[in-house]
């Protein structure tokens, strides 16, 4: 248990904002920026932009989850870490959950508080901030899950990133449909599905993840 | 040190088309050395990956008793981070001393970031890792590419106390390793 603790400190420090890992403040500008830009590319009716704005801010925090992929595990498998861990007796499968962890609180809390200057930005009323908040907490760390699995599948490949992204999207929609789909019906029910679909992600990333890394090293 | 014993019979090894070298048992008991030898590209470093259960090998079994601990070109020390926290980092995983660091003298570059050490420094970084982890196991892989006269003596002496304490050494080198009573095998004669 305590070497997976300085492991887990390890990945924070790296991966939250602020971290050494480069960048991470980066997903969250990003989401910000597509706030800021989608009235002008619209036009600013106030109806429309209420209407299709909490569409835009999940749209953008997908997409803000897909940057920080290539840094989840391909340094830490080139530097050696992953092997000296195995020696250890440590398992891939606890490493991958300790930095599933870390990657959501790299973004999934960011992102939940970005969604309040977002929705500001985008006229969003406050009963539809509050789906979408709802909905950005049960979401996101689905997201992160089928993050760090793309992550760990694509690890060895070449252009990998690019492969990631494209991944990402389809295994999205469903977390996507339930989650915005939320806002459209204004029922929990939405939510709640996201949410389940949510924990089955989380209850599989790891596993998924620590095999990927194992086969990774055979290669 | 606990009692460790490392054997492997009649192991084969394949990386994609090719088959590295095939027939190879071994077997060393505390205290036990051995050089594995032979140009590059007849599976020294997949030899080592074997033998610490880190790649399956083609045919063949290896038995290991006691902890493992690999050294080879990937030191596993964050490059951004300072070397006493880099190193630290795996102390408190492994529960091991200071006394590596001042051992390899590594005391002047505590403070610099890993990633600007030199190679036989980083060399020297990922030694004080090997030994404050106090495995009995040793697979070095290359150990002395990159250091100097001064550290390779230091290297070979590591060694030869960590033999003398009752631990086990495979070391695969292209350059000579000297170590009193290290048997010697060379891979070319396994292969295929």
Redesign the interface.
């Given at each position: 248990m305590r070497p997976l603790l300085t492991i887990l400190r390890r990945d924070l420090a790296l991966l939250l904002p602020g971290g050494q890992r480069g960048g991470t403040l980066l997903p969250l500008l990003f989401f910000l920026a597509v706030a800021m830009l989608y009235p002008f590319a619209v036009g600013p009716q106030p109806e429309l932009l209420a209407r299709t704005g909490g569409g835009v801010i999940w749209v953008a925090a997908l997409l803000a989850a897909i940057l920080p992929l290539d840094r989840l595990f391909a340094p830490d498998l080139e530097q050696g870490f992953f092997d000296q861990w195995a020696l250890r007796g440590i398992a891939e499968e606890a490493v991958v959950a300790a930095r599933l962890l870390a990657h959501w609180l790299s973004f999934g809390p960011p992102l939940i508080l970005a969604a309040l200057p977002a929705a500001a930005l985008l006229g969003i009323d406050a009963q539809t901030l509050w789906t979408v908040e709802l909905g950005l907490l049960a979401g996101t760390p689905g997201l992160a899950a089928i993050g760090v699995m793309i992550s760990a599948l694509t690890v060895g490949v070449r252009g990998g990133t690019a492969l990631a992204g494209l991944l990402l999207i389809p295994l999205a929609v469903p977390l996507l449909v339930f989650g915005a789909g939320a806002l459209a019906t204004g029922g929990a029910g939405g939510i709640a599905l996201c949410g389940a679909l949510s924990l089955l992600l989380v209850a599989v990333a790891p596993f998924a993840g620590g095999a990927a890394i194992r086969a990774a090293r055979e290669g | 040190m606990e009692p460790c014993r490392l054997s492997a019979t009649d192991l084969a090894c394949r990386r994609g088309e090719r088959l590295l070298f095939r027939g190879l048992s071994l077997r060393l008991d505390a205290g036990a050395a051995v050089q594995v030898a032979g140009p590059n590209g007849t599976g020294k470093s997949s030899l080592i990956r074997i033998l610490?259960?880190?790649?399956?090998p083609y045919a063949g079994a290896v038995e290991r008793e006691g902890?493992?601990?690999?050294l080879?070109e990937?030191?596993?020390?964050?490059?951004?981070?300072p070397l006493s926290q880099a190193l630290s980092?795996?102390r408190?995983?492994?529960g091991g001393g200071n006394a590596a660091v001042e051992r390899l003298g590594l005391e002047p570059l505590l403070d610099l970031p890993a990633r600007y050490l030199s190679t036989g420094q980083r060399k020297r970084a990922a030694l004080a890792r090997l030994l404050s982890?106090r495995?009995p196991i040793w697979l070095l892989d290359e150990p002395l590419n990159g250091l100097d006269v001064h550290a390779v003596a230091l290297c070979e002496a590591l060694v030869a106390e960590h033999c003398a304490g009752g631990g086990i050494t495979v070391v695969a080198s292209h350059q000579p390793f000297t170590l009193p009573g290290m048997s010697r095998m060379v891979l070319a004669e396994f292969a295929t």
């Open positions: - | 610490a259960g880190l790649l399956r902890d493992i601990g690999l080879d990937r030191p596993a020390l964050d490059g951004h981070q980092f795996w408190r995983i492994d982890q495995a």
